[in-house]
């Protein structure tokens, strides 16, 4: 059973890999795309974030799909919405129809992105779940930094169509991994056989799922502001603008290592709740003086390195105290919050700096936004103090 589970972990993160291979595939070959669609900068960046618009109204229903239908399908169901979008967009001539290929694509990765979480934790359960929660989070950082590193040169090499037809491969491949190797874990299956899974959420189980949702939303918009803008404001200082996006990816690297140091850290000490608390505080403290320091790269890397540990410790949070049955839905619910936080609060915070004025205005917005995450999690942890008091 162990060497099971963590071959169905192995597959789930290379499916999810693919899932950030596919995301970032437009914007590694993007000068070539604005050039051959005749498209602004503005519509490409329509275009990337198009990928995300369907997480704020498929998230919820993925989650009950899986519970009609099973997650293996549902799941396969998502790639294969992947690999027909990917190619729509592949194949484009003109925006509108690369603009739907998108869409397709983020509304199988949505479906996707759902399951996986839930499979992970259907497979752990309590033991090691930090672990590879951390595990699979990293996936995406790495599916993004491979897209980064070969899409772009092969574009360059042939064309854009060619590097975009690679990431529609890549999700074939693993269609492919997970229909032939990917299985339901028995001791799940022993827990449901007699439980039909929930098309409802108590609302104890909803407030833990909005809850831990809020963690992960506010947790990832203010990494997203600092990446975003960080290349940005460097540029604003005089930094080349080549330099300063170079600068800025040193707030990623660290997160391969970081992620799944933290979730062992977790596991093996038990005080996963303090490690969260403490990375947040770390990234609060941290952001606003990016532009302060003398050497923003090293600030950026220590960002990258007290961003990490929490990753996992905050996607453990719903698969410990939802109901096997009402997992899938859940984490829906879960999700949910993550997408509208995506799509709106980058926005705000540009709107911060142009109301302002204040060039770290969307820094200082980032650290807010990490305050709302501790609240959150405070409020969780209150709750699951109160639930257990009540059980025992």
């Given at each position: 059973m162990l060497s099971s589970r963590w071959t169905m972990l192995l597959v789930l993160f290379l499916a999810r890999t693919a899932m950030g291979f596919q995301f970032q595939s437009v914007a590694s070959v993007s000068p070539l795309l604005v050039r051959d669609l005749a498209i602004d900068l503005a519509l490409l960046g329509t275009l990337i974030g198009a990928w995300m618009l369907p997480g704020a109204v498929i998230a919820i229903p993925s989650g009950m799909l899986a519970g009609r239908f099973g997650d293996k399908r549902v799941a396969l169901f998502g790639l294969l919405l992947m690999v027909i979008g990917s190619a729509l967009t592949a194949a484009a001539d003109e925006y509108v129809t690369a603009l739907i290929g998108r869409i397709v694509s983020g509304t199988g990765a949505v479906l996707l992105n759902v399951l996986l979480a839930k499979m992970v934790a259907d497979w752990f359960g309590e033991r090691d779940l930090a672990t590879a929660m951390g595990i699979l989070v990293v996936s995406w950082p790495v599916g993004i930094g491979l897209a980064l590193v070969v899409l772009g040169p092969l574009a360059v090499a042939t064309s854009w169509t060619l590097a975009l037809q690679a990431a529609t491969g890549a999700c074939v491949a693993a269609i492919l991994l997970v229909a032939s190797v990917y299985r339901d874990p028995p001791a799940t299956l022993r827990k449901t056989a007699q439980t039909a899974p929930t098309s409802r959420l108590t609302r104890k189980e909803l407030a833990f799922a909005s809850l831990s949702g809020g963690v992960w939303a506010m947790y990832n918009a203010a990494y997203i502001i600092v990446v975003s803008f960080a290349s940005v404001l460097l540029a604003d200082r005089g930094l080349p603008v080549g330099d300063a996006a170079l600068v800025a990816s040193a707030a990623t690297w660290p997160l391969v290592l970081s992620i799944p140091f933290g979730g062992i850290l977790a596991d093996r000490t038990g005080r996963g709740q303090a490690i969260m608390h403490?990375?947040?505080?770390?990234?609060?403290?941290?952001?606003?003086?990016?532009?302060?320091?003398?050497?923003?790269?090293?600030?950026?890397?220590?960002?990258?390195?007290?961003?990490?540990?929490?990753?996992?410790?905050?996607?453990?949070?719903?698969?410990?105290?939802?109901?096997?049955?009402?997992?899938?839905?859940?984490?829906?619910?879960?999700?949910?919050?993550?997408?509208i936080a995506m799509a709106v609060l980058p926005g705000i915070a540009g709107w911060c700096r142009d109301v302002s004025g204040f060039a770290a205005a969307p820094l200082v917005f980032a650290s807010l936004l990490l305050i709302v995450a501790i609240a959150c999690a405070l409020l969780f942890g209150r709750l699951e103090q109160r639930a257990a008091r009540i059980a025992s």
């Open positions: 403490g990375c947040f505080i770390a990234m609060a403290v941290c952001i606003p003086f990016m532009l302060m320091v003398p050497s923003p790269l090293l600030m950026l890397v220590i960002i990258g390195l007290a961003v990490g540990p929490a990753a996992g410790i905050i996607m453990a949070l719903p698969a410990r105290v939802l109901r096997p049955e009402s997992r899938g839905l859940g984490m829906g619910v879960y999700y949910t919050w993550y997408y």
